[in-house]
C-alpha cells in the first residue's frame, strides 16, 4: 500500500462566515459615526474624526484578515509562547511613567505621540494562542489539572497586569475565555469545578478591594440614588434603550449621542444602535453576531485538526463572550464596566486584532474544506 499525503491548498473556505465579519465591521463605521460626529466636533473641530480613525482600523483590519486567511492555520502553533510573552510585556509597558497613557483614572494604552495601542486587546488574541498550541501538543496529558497549570498560571498572570490598569471588564473576559479554553480542551469536571470556584470567589473580593467598583455596584443596583454621579451613565443608557421603542428614531438622529451619554461611540455605542434603529434594529444585530458565532462554532467543529479546533473555537468564544458582556452592562443587567462591543465600538486595537483573529478562523475554514489523500 502506498504511503499517503495530504495537500493542503487554501480553498474558499465559509464566505458567509467571512461576508458576516466585513459586514458587521462596515456596520460598524457607520455606527461610530452616528454615535461621535457630535462629540468629535466639539473636542476636536472635525465631526469625521472618529470615524476616519475607524474607517482606517477597518480598512487595516480588512487586510490583515484575509492575508492572514492564506496561511495554513498549523504555522500559528509556533507563535502561541512567543504571541504570550509579547502581551505580557506590553501590559507591562503600560506602567512606564511617559509611555503608558492614562485615562478617567486607569492606565491601559500605551502611547507614541498620536499613536496608541491597548495592550489588553491584544494580550487576548495572544492567550488563545498560546492555549491552544499548548494544549494540541499533548492533549491527554494536559487535560488534567496539574497538566493545565501552565495555561491557567498564563492566564492569571494576564489578567493580574490587566486588573492593576485597572480594568475589572477585560479581567472577568479574560478569565472567562481562559476557562472556556480550559473546557473545549476537554479538562474534567472535577478539574474544571477546582478552578471555576476560586474564580467566582475572587470576584466579590476584587469588588469589595476598591471603593470605585463598589460605588459602580451600588449604581447598578439603584442608579436613581446618584443620577448625577455613579448612576448617570447607566440611567442614559437606559434613556437610549427605551427611546428607540420597536423602530428606532432613524439612523443618525439619536438624542442621548449629544453629550447624553458618556462613551456613546465606543463602550455603550450599543444603547446609540437602539435609540436609532430600535428593538428590531438590535434584533438584527445580534442576528449576525450570532451567525457570526455560530459559524466560528462550526468551523472548529468541522476542522479535524486538535490545534485548528482550539485556534478557532477559542477565537470566537473571546468574541461571543465579549458581545454577551457588552450587552449585559449597556442593559443593566451586570454593573457598568469599560468594554467595547467588538467590531462595532470605535477602537482600532479592538477593531484590527479582532478582524486579524477571525482571519485566523477564516483559514481554519479554508484548510479544513480542501484536504485529501494523494495515493
Not at 501552565?150 to 493580574?160: E, H
Amino acid at each position: 500500500m502506498k504511503r499517503t499525503k495530504r495537500a493542503d491548498a487554501a480553498g474558499k473556505g465559509d464566505l458567509l462566515f467571512l461576508a458576516a465579519v466585513l459586514l458587521l465591521a462596515a456596520y460598524g463605521v457607520v455606527c461610530v459615526y452616528s454615535a461621535s460626529s457630535y462629540n468629535a466636533e466639539v473636542q476636536y473641530g472635525d465631526s469625521l474624526f472618529f470615524f476616519r480613525k475607524q474607517l482606517i482600523g477597518f480598512l487595516i483590519g480588512a487586510a490583515a484578515m484575509v492575508g492572514i486567511s492564506f496561511l495554513h492555520y498549523e504555522k500559528f502553533s509556533k507563535f502561541g509562547l512567543p504571541a504570550l510573552i509579547v502581551s505580557v510585556v506590553l501590559l507591562a509597558l503600560v506602567f512606564i511613567p511617559g509611555l503608558g497613557k492614562s485615562n478617567y483614572g486607569a492606565t491601559r494604552w500605551i502611547g507614541i505621540g498620536s499613536f496608541t495601542i491597548q495592550p489588553s486587546e491584544i494580550a487576548k488574541l495572544g492567550f488563545v494562542l498560546f492555549a491552544a498550541g499548548y494544549f494540541a501538543k499533548d492533549p491527554a496529558r494536559m487535560r488534567t489539572l496539574k497538566g493545565s497549570l501552565p495555561v491557567i498560571g498564563a492566564g492569571l498572570a494576564v489578567c493580574v497586569l490587566i486588573m492593576l490598569e485597572p480594568n475589572m471588564s477585560v479581567t472577568m473576559c479574560v478569565g472567562a475565555i481562559m476557562i472556556g479554553m480550559l473546557f473545549l480542551a476537554g479538562i474534567s469536571k472535577k478539574a474544571l469545578a477546582a478552578i471555576c470556584i476560586p474564580v467566582l470567589l475572587a470576584v466579590p473580593a476584587l469588588i469589595l478591594m476598591e471603593p470605585y467598583r463598589l460605588q459602580r455596584l451600588s449604581a447598578f443596583m439603584d442608579p436613581w440614588a446618584s443620577p448625577k454621579e455613579e448612576g448617570y451613565q447607566l440611567i442614559q443608557s437606559l434613556y437610549g434603550l427605551s427611546n428607540g421603542n420597536l423602530f428606532g428614531v432613524g439612523l443618525f438622529h439619536s438624542r442621548q449621542k449629544y453629550r447624553f451619554l458618556p462613551f456613546a461611540e465606543s463602550d455603550f455605542i450599543l444603547s446609540v444602535i437602539a435609540e436609532e434603529t430600535g428593538f428590531f434594529g438590535v434584533l438584527a444585530l445580534f442576528l449576525l453576531i450570532g451567525l457570526i458565532v455560530w459559524r466560528g462554532f462550526r468551523i472548529a467543529a468541522r476542522c479535524g485538526n486538535f490545534y485548528g479546533f482550539l485556534l478557532a473555537g477559542g477565537i470566537t468564544l473571546a468574541f461571543a463572550v465579549q458581545c454577551a458582556l457588552n450587552a449585559l452592562v449597556v442593559s443593566g443587567c451586570i454593573p457598568p464596566t469599560g468594554l467595547p462591543l467588538p467590531l462595532v465600538s470605535a477602537g482600532n486595537t479592538s477593531l484590527i486584532v479582532t478582524m486579524a483573529g477571525m482571519g485566523i478562523v477564516y483559514g481554519v475554514s479554508r484548510h479544513t474544506q480542501t484536504k485529501k489523500l494523494i495515493q
